[in-house]
């Protein structure tokens, strides 16, 4: 084995690791938003008078935005610099926090709700290529991208923490205020911290704006048609239109890509087997995490009666797992085995957390059922977000890493939507099946009937989950060569070594 090149430290940041910590932190706040006011949506509908039609918009309004507009966000950040689009993005997310906070009523917190979703999508691929070019050396490496791959993974169930303690004990707003000062002040580590990334003036700065148009537009129709299909169903024409519209976009997007000199999107970034197997992984694994935060979450709150706060602490094995497997157990194996060794592994992990799940009851205690179902699901996540980041931009044109970055974010964005949409509608469907054949006045019957729910759709994400394995084990076949991480003639190498 050829030993690991030694770090090049005359050309390394030498504020790298703080560096680190301010884009954590960023990548966290983006990570956490999306989940943060799940617990606090019936306080804030209560207080805004949103009807039970409209209160999906304060989730979907944010990652509509966010899955949205993350391939334009992706390219803004390579054309005028990731230092600067990351510092305007912070402090960008900071006002749309604290709009939300004000808020109101349900219209202005759902303006506010999509414009940090907008911000979110500026700031998401200038941290992942950020990351990307602070840390070349791959040992450095491996530990960055355990610390942001843990934080991608976990975050969510941080959200879900954080939103159930600040609505419990302060308010709902708070849930958007705490954006604030955290964003401020990682706006101003970034500013002095962050290496200035030289954007070449001598060529015009173009932006593609037929690919913005098409690309985002086909993003935002499938998040917003399996968005809409939580409330009215896959069968509805508006859902079939967006989403069948959505794929039509995407369609032409490609063909319009391929023949664009200043693409938004290079094709051939998407046409590497190693970068597409990732993002495909990456979304699929989404739908089993927010299949188990979605089921977890009623289940906890409304079959066990818990507190929002008992019901958010009760994530934090999961979190813990994914911290332990992404920068503990990946992070030291990232440049010693396959990725796929990794990553599939992982999605088998977590396919075997949502078949413990299966099983689950109404009178089902935690420590048995749900906590080892938590465990197993955060080891594999561990296993998978990190690897899969880390190839996102491996050996990508530093004037690419942005449009690299937005592949992964995207596939995050999109695999949630569709995961939450999918696996609330078979759940819903079972329920409504398992009610029609008994008493659906009494109480326990309904627990009963919406348990048996959560468990056939939990089976769903569990196969897809085993699909994921399947798919990666086809398509990655990259393995860490020594120096790969210094650009692309070195990635080139690694890949003609397989």
């Not at 912070?90 to 999509?114: P, W």
């Not at 989404?286 to 602490?313: D, H």
């Not at 029609?436 to 009494?442: I, K, M």
Request: glycine fraction near 12%.
């Amino acid at each position: 084995m050829t030993s690991q090149p030694v770090p090049d430290t005359a050309a390394a940041n030498p504020r790298r690791w703080w560096a680190l910590a301010v884009i954590a932190i960023a990548q966290l706040m983006i990570v956490l938003d999306a989940t943060i006011v799940n617990i606090a949506l019936p306080s804030a509908q209560k207080a805004l008078g949103i009807s039970d039609a409209n209160r999906q918009w304060v989730i979907t309004a944010y990652t509509l935005a966010f899955g949205g507009l993350l391939l334009l966000g992706g390219r803004i950040g390579d054309l005028f610099g990731r230092k600067r689009t990351f510092v305007v993005g912070l402090l960008g997310f900071a006002l749309a926090s604290g709009l939300g906070g004000f808020a109101t009523s349900g219209g202005m917190l759902f303006a506010a709700r999509a414009l940090q979703g907008a911000f979110g999508a500026l700031l998401a691929p200038s941290a992942l290529s950020l990351l990307s070019v602070t840390f070349r050396d791959p040992r450095e490496r491996a530990t960055a991208f355990g610390v942001f791959g843990a934080l991608s993974g976990g975050g969510a169930a941080i959200g879900l923490i954080t939103g159930g303690l600040l609505t419990e004990y302060l308010s709902w707003r708070w849930c958007l205020y705490v954006n604030i000062p955290i964003a401020v002040v990682t706006a101003i580590g970034a500013y002095y911290l962050l290496v200035r990334d030289h954007v070449d003036r001598s060529r015009r700065v173009r932006l593609d704006l037929p690919g913005a148009v098409l690309g985002c537009g086909g993003l935002l129709a499938i998040v917003y048609g399996t968005s809409e299909a939580v409330t009215r169903g896959w069968g509805d024409w508006l859902v079939l239109t967006a989403l069948c519209g959505g794929v039509a976009l995407l369609a032409v997007f490609a063909l319009v890509e391929r023949r664009t000199e200043h693409a938004l999107l290079p094709i051939h970034l998407i046409n590497d087997r190693n970068r597409a197997g990732g993002a495909l992984a990456v979304g699929l694994a989404i739908i089993g995490m927010f299949g188990l935060f979605l089921f977890l979450t009623y289940y906890l709150q409304a079959v066990k009666g818990y507190s929002p706060v008992k019901a958010g602490v009760s994530f934090l094995p999961m979190t813990a797992a994914v911290v332990v497997s992404a920068a503990g157990i990946a992070a030291r194996l990232m440049n010693r085995v396959p990725t796929r060794n990794l990553v599939v592994p992982g999605l088998l992990l977590g396919a075997g957390g949502m078949a413990w799940l299966t099983q689950l009851r109404v009178d089902s205690p935690y420590t048995t059922m749900v906590l080892p179902a938590e465990v197993l699901l955060g080891l594999g996540l561990g296993l998978i977000f990190m690897p899969t980041m880390n190839l996102a931009t491996l050996g990508v044109a530093p004037q690419e890493t942005g449009a690299a970055a937005a592949i992964i974010n995207s596939a995050q964005q999109v695999g949630g939507s569709i995961g939450t949409a999918l696996l609330n509608t078979i759940a819903a469907s079972v329920t409504a099946t398992y009610l029609a054949t008994r008493n659906p006045a009494d109480p326990l019957v309904q627990a009963e009937g919406a348990v048996h729910g959560y468990a056939v759709a939990t089976a769903v994400a569990m196969g897809i989950l085993l699909a994921a394995a399947v798919i990666a084990f086809l398509m990655i076949n990259h393995r860490p060569a020594p120096g790969e991480a210094e650009g692309e003639d070195a990635s080139a190498e690694a890949r003609a070594a397989v």
